[in-house]
């Protein structure tokens, strides 16, 4: 027990500094060939902070444990809402000026749906998988596109502010890359192994221990990037990192997995887990898009109510281990 507690920590800490080297070195790359900064926002730079859920999942899928696999990306996507965007919300409040974010929350919430639809008869197949892919293939094409196009956004501006900032050699840029890759997936392995060691002789179930230790670990880099964001004022890329994680846990994370290994749970993953996010999508959907002439934003009031959500759900998670 004790061995397994030192590898989930350890597994944690390393996961999280690699995270930020890959995401660094991926994003120096793509500047270094000239990569318009929009793209290397939405794509590089999601993909990268996604990187950690993804290695994770795959990994669980790979050794038969469904619950971690699926857990670490809902559990993600409630964290990244819920904690992460509570948290930054209390910082600075974020105000919503892009375009391409006001675009992203309704695909996003159209992606939640999906989500909700594919876990009601309890289990991810494979087709549920490749429809999961193709969407995020899909999406991807619109993003790129997006971000190949010339004109002026928050996002973009932010985005170009944040890089300008960053000046890695290319040879610097694809150390930081490769080493990036490969103690995520050496750390994600470790992580893995640690949680359900943990989960066995606690007598509690993976998907417990995906949707806590798991998910908030692997949401870390998301809250370390949307915290900095917003204390620069860079309110869009805050936002941008959410969105961005979200989209490429629900269609990306759950797709791989999913196609490694079908996925089978429990009915509370449709009744608490994937309503709980698709309430949360939700509520992120009505206060980020505006209308009218109001312009979206999330306040520190908001963020409250986010956390208080969060540390609900998180108490009742952990009441349902002793119930």
Known sequence: MLLAG?????????????ADRFVEGAAATAQHFSVPPLLIGMVVVGFGTSAPEMVVSAISAVEGNPGIALGNAYGSNI????????VTALI???LVHSSILRKELPLLLGVTLLAVYQVWDGEITRLDALVLLLAFFIIMGWTIWNG??????????????????????????????????????VSSRLLVWGSVEIAQSLG??????????????TSLPELASSVAAARKG?????LGNILGSNLFNTLAVVGI?????????????????AMLMLLLT??????????????????????????????????????????
């Open 79 to 86: 964290a990244n809402i819920a904690l992460v965007l509570g």
């Open 282 to 323: 939700l509520a992120l959907f009505v206060l980020g898009y505006g209308y009218k002439k109001r312009q979206g934003s999330i306040n520190r009031l908001a963020g409250v109510a986010l956390l208080a959500c969060y540390v609900a759900y998180t108490l009742y998670l952990l009441s349902s281990i002793n119930g």
């Open 148 to 185: 190949l196009k010339k004109g002026t956004d928050g996002l973009a501006a932010d985005l170009e502010e944040d890089l300008a900032g960053k000046n890695l050699t290319l040879k610097l840029a694809l150390l930081w890359l490769v080493v990036g890759l490969l103690l995520l997936v």
């Open 234 to 238: 860079e309110h869009d890329m805050a």
């Open 92 to 94: 600075s409040p974020v």
């Open 204 to 217: 509690v179930s993976d998907l417990i221990i995906g949707l806590t230790i798991v998910a908030i670990g």
């Open 257 to 273: 997995a999913g196609a490694i290994h079908p996925l089978s749970f429990g009915p509370e993953v449709f009744s608490r887990d």
């Open 6 to 18: 030192l590898a989930v920590l350890l597994g944690l800490a390393v996961l999280v500094w690699s």
